[in-house]
């Protein structure tokens, strides 16, 4: 029962959930500040859908390297070091100062953590990725990569586009465990769905590492009544809504150990993140899609120094990460992707650094990749064969295509799904050597039509809110309300329903609910052969 205290008319009266919401800098957010930390929950999307529909224990690891990482320093194209090095006569890696990849590429020494995963056939490098009318603009390139739109004007991920796709009715029943996790940074579209961010957010590893150890949940019984206990339940229960996931994330954690063995992970922020992603694959978490972002790639200045201490730390990190994981036989069943939004000038500037580039390579990591090797031509340096005033490499392989190969032949998503809702386009094919069997990969593609066809929106006519869809058979259908926090509010209809379009009235004044402006609520299409949410402003 709860306890009237903090009660005065004056309070109620002056307090609302959105002016409280605005207050703690929480209101739309989906997500909250704690201990100095921005942790979210992030909607579905089309790619974090079809994933999960899949059948198989694949993991998918994303290092997203933000700032647009040198590309001609990571990969040495050797076989054009005369050019190479005349460009860079500061920052060029000496020949004697690299180990081989094959007889036209190199690694810098300071990498070499990584010459066991390319000795046992599990490292491949895709040359010159890049698009069309590439994008120098940190926050464009990086929304490009995430959407695969090359206006960079959806707010749907890749990811986000085919979670969504598999899981309509995700507002009201998200999976058991996340659709992805991702570790650093802010706002990135890759997981970005219509109505849902499709990921589990921390954003850093220490703050991740808190909710796995503790699993954060507020308590909702005895609560006390009146003003402050209905702030306090929305507040505690819009927490728990976005950390819905910290007890599976927290059992899973606590069900591994640290590997500490060895070399050991690196102590930055990198290192710790492939750290905890590991004890979460370990502890069977289930999460199909990791993403991982670190800074510091915007190498201006004095770029020598500071970017062999990240690519030492990323080397000696992703090495560690799978002598760690291959401890407990899951080496080959988890691929990791190292990627960023564009690469550098071949040229180095005035301040011993580089500018925003173009093309740059992909780095591939894991056991179930059949051979070393690197993949793709590589950009020509020569001034004659760049554009931009000769200032940018050429790209050669369409980042598209390295992400249609990796969806198809690793994560073992069917084709259509692929083109038609996650990528918007057949994109030329990469020979990965994933090694899948496509021939056991299951069509999605008709059960995602049929949850698109339809086609769930709101329309208002004069004071009037109707539900619009198109029913896709004859059959018996139910429509709900419920609020933010999933709590039902309301039967709007439920019978017999012809196939084809249909509207169902939303009347706000009858419904028995004290609806707050500029607060979000969920409508929900239940049948025999779909269940849809989307959700809605209340103005």
Known sequence: MKKNIHCNKQDHDQWSRRSFLQTLGLAGAGSMALGGGFLG?????????ALNTVDNDRVLVIVRLFGGNDGLNTIVPVNQYGLYANARPTLKIP????????????????????????????????????????SHSHFKGSDIWATADMGATQNTGIFGSYFESIHPDFL?????????????????????????????????PAKLEHIAKSGVQYDMQ??????????????????????????????????SSDNTTGEGYATNDIGKSLGIAARLIKGSLGTKVYMITANGYDTHTNQAGGHQELMTNLAQS?????????????????????VSEFGRRLNENGAQGTDHGSAGPVMIFGGGLTENGVVGEHSSLNAEDMYDNQKHLAWKTDFRSVYESVLRDWMQIDALTINNVILNGDFPDLDLGLGANTSNIQ??????????????HLVFEGDQTYIKYQNIATQKVTVLLYDFLGREIATLYNGFTMEGAQSVRIDFNSIPYSFQPNQYYIYRIVSNRYNVSKKFLYK
């Open 95 to 134: 020949q004697n100062k690299l180990w081989t990849l094959d007889d036209g590429y190199g690694m810098p020494d300071y990498m070499s953590s990584l010459q066991h995963l390319w000795g046992d056939g599990r490292m491949k490098v895709v040359n010159s990725v890049g698009y069309p009318n590439l």
């Open 443 to 456: 069509p999605a593609a008709k059960e995602i039509q049929a949850v698109t066809s339809v086609n769930p």
């Open 318 to 338: 992703i090495g560690h990460f799978y002598k760690d994981l291959d401890r407990q036989g899951l080496g080959n069943k988890v691929l990791t992707m190292c």
């Open 172 to 204: 009201i029943n998200p999976p058991a465990t996340p659709t992805a996790i991702e570790i650093g940074g802010r706002k990135n579209l890759t997981f970005y769905g219509e109505d849902s961010k499709y990921s589990f957010h921390a954003s850093s």
């Open 41 to 49: 929950f992030a909607n579905n999307s089309k790619l974090s859908n």
């Open 222 to 255: 005895d609560l006390p009544g009146c003003t402050y206990g209905d702030r306090l339940s929305y507040v505690r229960g819009l927490a728990n809504s976005t950390y819905k996931y910290s007890g599976v994330v927290s059992e899973a954690y606590n069900a």
